[in-house]
């Protein structure tokens, strides 16, 4: 196993401090934002030393690049963007505090996804369907290196797919927008042009979304190992345990020891630089 160390912009003294401490022999660099340290052994200093320099790292077999895989999965709301839709939805009501804060609570694993769903979609009863166009185009914005990342991952011949807790709506634009293969989320009911506070259909949640993985994984006769995953919060976790290699992006706590790479301060498209396909 290699370590590989990234930022944005990479402090060489830092990298060097880490390379001794790790007790790497050599340190090679793959791409402008990512160098492999050969020889590096675990270290209970290493989180630390990363942190403290703001860069990302993630052990990774030798020899593995992206062309290995032949899938990638994503989750939407605070991973490929910015925002969590359903909160900025609610601010066309008043409720966005009130909102955020049951979101909250299920990103961080402490309430279960489907109720909190169930709840939230409640209190947007009687918006106007039009709230939802204003969402995307005044708020919604693509987290750092997305689209980078996708054109990466399609250059590279990896299928892709968006999945997502939030709405189709919101999966439906992106999927175009971007290029993404498949798209699932949940559906909102709408009435005389308004929503009604529910969703039609099955809810799209945690295990729904490492369902959705598996099912596409096998169509393609693809192993587990073929398998990115990149997500944020606790109803990403099936679906990182799903992967051959999960991403949390600038995750919360819960996320954090089932991924084998956290993003803090890289960009999406950190995931390319991992990989030596970030030139």
Same mark, same amino acid.
Request: hydrophobic fraction near 45%; glycine fraction near 10%.
């Given at each position: 196993?290699?370590?590989?160390?990234?930022?944005?912009?990479?402090?060489?003294?830092?990298?060097?401090?880490?390379?001794?401490?790790?007790?790497?022999?050599?340190?090679?660099?793959?791409?402008?934002?990512?160098?492999?340290?050969?020889?590096?052994?675990?270290?209970?200093?290493?989180?630390?030393?990363?942190?403290?320099?703001?860069?990302?790292?993630?052990?990774?077999?030798?020899?593995?690049?992206?062309?290995?895989?032949?899938?990638?999965?994503?989750?939407?709301?605070?991973?490929?963007?910015?925002?969590?839709?359903?909160?900025?939805?609610?601010?066309?009501?008043?409720?966005?505090?009130?909102?955020?804060?049951?979101?909250?609570?299920?990103?961080?694993?402490?309430?279960?996804?489907?109720?909190?769903?169930?709840?939230?979609?409640?209190?947007?009863?009687?918006?106007?369907?039009?709230?939802?166009?204003?969402?995307?185009?005044?708020?919604?914005?693509?987290?750092?290196?997305?689209?980078?990342?996708?054109?990466?991952?399609?250059?590279?011949?990896?299928?892709?797919?968006?999945?997502?807790?939030?709405?189709?709506?919101?999966?439906?634009?992106?999927?175009?927008?971007?290029?993404?293969?498949?798209?699932?989320?949940? @559906?909102?009911?709408? $009435? /005389?042009?308004?929503?009604?506070? !529910?969703?039609? #259909?099955?809810? %799209?949640?945690?295990?729904? *979304?490492?369902?959705?993985?598996?099912?596409?994984?096998?169509?393609?006769?693809?192993?587990?190992?073929?398998?990115?995953? @990149?997500?944020?919060? $606790? /109803?990403?976790?099936?679906?990182? !345990?799903?992967? #051959?290699?999960? %991403?949390?992006?600038?995750? *919360?706590?819960?996320?954090?020891?089932?991924?084998?790479?956290?993003?803090?301060?890289?960009?999406?498209?950190?995931?390319?630089?991992?990989?030596?396909?970030?030139?």
């Amino acid at each position: 196993m290699n370590l590989v160390v990234l930022a944005r912009d990479v402090d060489r003294a830092a990298l060097e401090r880490i390379a001794t401490l790790t007790g790497a022999h050599a340190v090679e660099q793959i791409t402008p934002r990512s160098f492999r340290l050969s020889g590096a052994r675990p270290h209970e200093g290493l989180l630390a030393a990363c942190a403290e320099a703001r860069l990302d790292h993630a052990w990774l077999p030798e020899g593995r690049r992206l062309a290995d895989f032949g899938l990638f999965v994503t989750d939407m709301d605070s991973t490929l963007i910015n925002i969590e839709c359903i909160d900025e939805i609610a601010d066309m009501q008043g409720l966005k505090a009130e909102v955020a804060a049951i979101t909250e609570a299920a990103m961080q694993g402490e309430i279960d996804f489907r109720e909190s769903l169930s709840r939230r979609v409640a209190l947007l009863a009687g918006l106007p369907e039009s709230a939802l166009g204003e969402v995307y185009e005044k708020r919604l914005q693509l987290n750092p290196g997305a689209e980078r990342l996708l054109q990466g991952l399609q250059r590279a011949g990896l299928r892709t797919m968006l999945v997502s807790g939030g709405f189709t709506y919101f999966t439906e634009r992106l999927q175009a927008r971007l290029g993404f293969d498949h798209a699932y989320a949940n @559906a909102l009911e709408v $009435a /005389n042009g308004r929503l009604t506070g !529910r969703i039609v #259909g099955d809810i %799209v949640d945690g295990a729904a *979304k490492a369902a959705h993985l598996q099912r596409v994984r096998d169509e393609l006769g693809l192993a587990e190992d073929q398998v990115i995953a @990149a997500g944020d919060g $606790a /109803n990403d976790i099936p679906m990182l !345990r799903a992967a #051959g290699f999960g %991403v949390a992006f600038r995750p *919360k706590p819960v996320l954090r020891d089932v991924a084998h790479c956290c993003l803090d301060h890289s960009g999406l498209d950190g995931i390319l630089d991992l990989f030596g396909d970030g030139s």
